[in-house]
Every structure is written in C-alpha cells, then in structure tokens.
C-alpha cells in the first residue's frame, strides 16, 4: 500500500514539475490537482483514523504545505489590474 502511495506521490510531483517547466499555463491546474490530492488525504484520514498514542508530528507540516499550495494557486490565477491611462 505504503509503495502504491509512493509511486503515485511521484508521477503527480513529476507532472507537476513538467507542468512548471514546459507548460506554464497549467500551473493552476497542477496546483489544483495537488490541493485535490491533499484534501482529499486530510478528509479521508478523518473518515477512517489511524491509532496513535500521540499526535504525529507531520500533521503540523501537512496543514502548512496545504496552505502554501492554496497560496501558490490563488496566486497563480491571480490577475492583477491593469490602470487605464488617462483615468
């Protein structure tokens, strides 16, 4: 399972970094697709929770990636506005 979960980590972070390198108007959607994985990760682990003894460390580092890519994509689909001349 542990070894699925890895290969698919890798495809998505490889696609990822042929998006950013070759296809630049694709950013907001590999952003998307890594929110998507993400969130999708969070909500299942609440669903379906591992026993711990203690709260994992990770769990502090997961919710700051998720924040950095919901700041990576509402940057990346922002526009900023442009000022009309002579307005």
């Known amino acids: 399972v542990f070894a699925a979960w890895g290969l698919g980590q890798f495809v998505l972070g490889l696609a990822s970094l042929v998006v950013l390198v070759r296809y630049r108007s694709l ?48 940057l990346s689909v922002w526009r900023p506005r442009v000022a009309v001349a002579g307005a």
């Open 27 to 74: 950013v907001p959607l590999a952003f998307l697709c890594l929110l998507i994985e993400q969130i999708g990760r969070m909500l299942l682990r609440f669903r379906w929770p591992i026993d711990r003894i203690a709260t994992a460390p990770g769990t502090a580092i997961n919710v700051a990636l998720t924040a950095i890519m919901i700041l990576g994509f509402v």
